[in-house]
């Protein structure tokens, strides 16, 4: 009893070290400098990036009041998103920010007239979370803690924000905007390796970071990957498997996957619009045939997605989802470089939810599993079996128990079981 006690506090205590005093003799950095660190780019989870838009003379608003920044350059449209609120530009910016899909070249494009571009690219330290009231919710902390053990922004660590509105291809899918951002990232890559000496390059993704990163290095030539990525760190990401939350936000409002500053309706409508909206629903070859969503009339399953979206009204998302997000679902290519995938587990997560009365314009109940209270446990094990079976795959899966799906990058004490695994990548050989 005394002993078990005693282990108690001293697991307690540990939790209470600096990091630098938590970590191995040797997987802490030299006081000297950082020469033995890998350069590491931050790939940052949903409405992360800072986003800017111009209007020019093509655009043309549906309220006056919305054409009045028009011809003036550009402005802020997602940064501080509680101005949105504060200046009744709501209805405005869902119109503004909204995303049109063009079936003609089954890709996604803004509203005409509309010219956006993300900032802060290269930089770990543009990266922040729009709640005014949660403003370390992106990768501040994690990058104060890599920052802490010698990372410096701007020499080894860089920042990679895109636009969230849209969701990474795979290979061969069309996507004008993320062809552009992997030649960028191509780029910094590079440019982190030379200013490392030739050292090779570890990205550190979170949340749909997780799919961006990933299919970033699924998008690149082989022998590219093999000279510059070190290895590919994501934590608690959100991948095509699909969630279920991803349901919820869909159906009622996302306050689940992105900061909403308020709940109208219109909200809802510019959500739906963004293809990041459709791309991570739940797998049929991951949830099966199992009831995801129960009411009154019927119950729906991973395989009734499409009458789904007609019950909720949005049948003009069928198209894209049937063209886009399907075959995402069901590739499972392996990256070919070093891998390591960190989740909470633990947590309750929604596994059902239940509209009774078929209104979903309230928030469901919902029936709860096991997961990081975002991503769900099965959608993590099948992400994990199909890794595993390709041979030549390095992968490493870490369960963290009772880890929130951003305590990961938040929380002191999953934040440095995260960091562990970042140091070990700096020291294992990929050669």
């Keep these: 009893m005394a002993t078990s006690t005693l282990a108690r506090l001293l697991s307690l205590l540990l939790l209470l070290l600096p990091l630098r005093e938590f970590l191995p003799a040797s997987h802490r950095p030299e006081d000297s400098g950082t020469g033995e660190l890998h350069p590491i780019i931050l790939v940052p989870g949903l409405g992360c990036t800072d986003l800017e838009a111009r209007l020019t003379d093509a655009y043309q608003?549906?309220?006056?009041?919305?054409?009045?920044?028009?011809?003036?350059?550009w402005f802020g449209l997602w940064t501080n998103v509680s101005h949105l609120v504060a200046e009744d530009y709501m209805e405005c910016f869902e119109e503004q920010a909204r995303l049109v899909y063009d079936p003609a070249i089954n890709d996604y494009r803004n509203l005409?007239?509309?010219e956006t571009r993300v900032l802060n690219f290269g930089s770990a330290s543009g990266i922040h979370d729009k709640n005014i009231h949660h403003q370390k919710g992106c990768f501040d902390t994690a990058r104060e803690a890599l920052e802490r053990i010698g990372y410096r922004d701007g020499n080894t660590l860089f920042g990679a924000p895109?636009?969230?509105r849209y969701a990474p291809p795979l290979p061969g899918q069309p996507s004008q905007v993320y062809s552009r951002y992997f030649q960028q990232l191509m780029g910094l890559v590079e440019t982190a390796s030379e200013k490392s000496q030739h050292k090779k390059v570890i990205l550190f993704?979170?949340?749909?970071?997780?799919?961006?990163?990933?299919?970033?290095v699924r998008n690149t030539p082989l022998a590219w990957r093999e000279r510059y990525i070190k290895h590919l760190v994501m934590a608690a990401p959100v991948l095509a498997v699909g969630i279920l939350q991803q349901l919820k936000s869909l159906a009622y409002q996302p306050s689940d996957m992105i900061y909403v500053p308020t709940a109208l309706p219109s909200f809802r409508r510019w959500w739906r619009s963004l293809e990041s909206s459709i791309?991570?629903?739940?797998?049929?070859k991951v949830f099966g045939h199992k009831p995801i969503v129960i009411t009154r009339q019927r119950n729906y399953s991973a395989y009734d997605m499409e009458e789904f979206f007609v019950a909720i009204g949005f049948s003009d998302g069928i198209e894209p989802f049937r063209r886009r997000a399907v075959p995402k679902m069901s590739y499972f290519q392996a990256p070919m470089v070093p891998m390591t995938c960190?989740?909470?587990v633990g947590v309750r997560t929604p596994r059902q939810l239940v509209y009774w009365e078929g209104n979903y314009d309230v928030a469901p109940e919902s029936v709860y599993g096991d997961g990081d209270g975002t991503v769900n446990l099965i959608s993590m094990l099948a992400f994990d079996r199909e890794m595993r079976r390709q041979p030549g795959q390095k992968f490493k899966s870490i369960k963290v128990w009772n880890a929130e799906h951003s305590a990961l990058i938040l929380d002191e004490w999953a934040l440095k079981r995260v960091i562990e695994e970042i140091l070990e990548a700096n020291q294992v050989s990929t050669d």
Excluded: Q, T, W
């Design 61 to 73: 608003p549906s309220m006056p009041r919305c054409g009045i920044l028009k011809g003036k350059g």
């Design 342 to 344: 960190i989740n909470g």
């Design 205 to 216: 993704a979170h949340s749909f970071g997780g799919m961006v990163a990933l299919e970033f």
């Design 162 to 164: 895109y636009d969230f």
């Design 279 to 284: 791309v991570d629903l739940p797998s049929p």
């Design 112 to 114: 005409p007239g509309v």
